[in-house]
């Protein structure tokens, strides 16, 4: 069964640090686009942080030099560390992950049950 289950959020002050995790199941991620994306109350879902398949990390502008995308391949493990968390953090996130091509924010059409942040200031 494929599945995607996150993990790591929490309630932090700005400033501090956070690393979320996606436990994969049921696929070879390593031939999958992963993805981590965001929802913030009354907001939009963004997307945050790709990773192509040939390994490419793709950030949002917003969160450039703050958010590493990375992955355990012998956890099977997608991870997003985040760092200088600001107010404006605060959402939901998820771990995503999609088969197609090209690896581009709309493809995604796996989704995790998210794990929520909430960053006070």
């Known amino acids: 069964q494929v599945q995607l289950v996150e993990s790591g959020g929490g309630s932090v002050q700005a400033g501090g640090s956070l690393r979320l995790s996606c436990a994969v199941y049921?696929?070879?991620?390593?031939?999958?686009?992963m993805g981590w994306f965001r929802q913030a109350p009354g907001k939009e879902r963004e997307g945050v942080a790709l990773?192509?398949?040939?390994?490419?990390?793709i950030y949002a502008d917003s969160v450039k030099d703050r958010f590493t995308i990375s992955e355990d391949n012998a956890k099977n493990t997608l991870y997003l560390q985040i760092h200088t968390l600001k107010p404006e953090d605060t959402a939901m996130y998820y771990c995503a992950a999609t088969g197609r091509r090209p690896c581009q924010w709309y493809q995604f059409n796996i989704w995790g049950q998210g794990t929520q942040v909430t960053v006070s200031s």
């Open positions: 049921g696929f070879t991620y390593s031939t999958y686009c």
């Open positions: 990773r192509d398949i040939d390994g490419e990390a």
